[in-house]
C-alpha cells in the first residue's frame, strides 16, 4: 500500500465532502430564508384581507350580516346533506 497516496485521497475525500456540506448548508439557508419570506407575505396579506373586511363591515354592516347568515346556512345546508349520505352507507 502506498501510504502517501492514501493520505490524498483522504484529504481528497475529505475536501469533497467539506465542499458537499457547505453547498448543503447554504441550501438550508437560502430554503430557511424562502420560508420565512412565504410565511411574512402570508401574514402581511391576511392582514391586509382583515383590515379589508373590518372596513366592509363599518361601511355595509347589514349587508355584511347577511351574507354571513347566508354562508351560515349554505354550510348548515351542506353539513346536513353530507350527514345524511354517511348515515345512509
Known sequence: MNTPNL???SNSVLEKVS???DQTEALTSRGVEAVRDGAQQIRDK???L???TVCYI???PVKAVLIAAA???ALMALLSLASRS???H
Do not use: F, W
Request: no cysteine.
Open 86 to 88: 354517511v348515515h345512509r
Open 19 to 21: 465542499h458537499a456540506l
Open 50 to 52: 382583515g383590515d379589508s
Open 71 to 73: 354562508t351560515g346556512a
Open 58 to 60: 363599518k361601511e355595509e
Open 7 to 9: 493520505s490524498q485521497q
Open 46 to 48: 391576511a392582514q391586509s
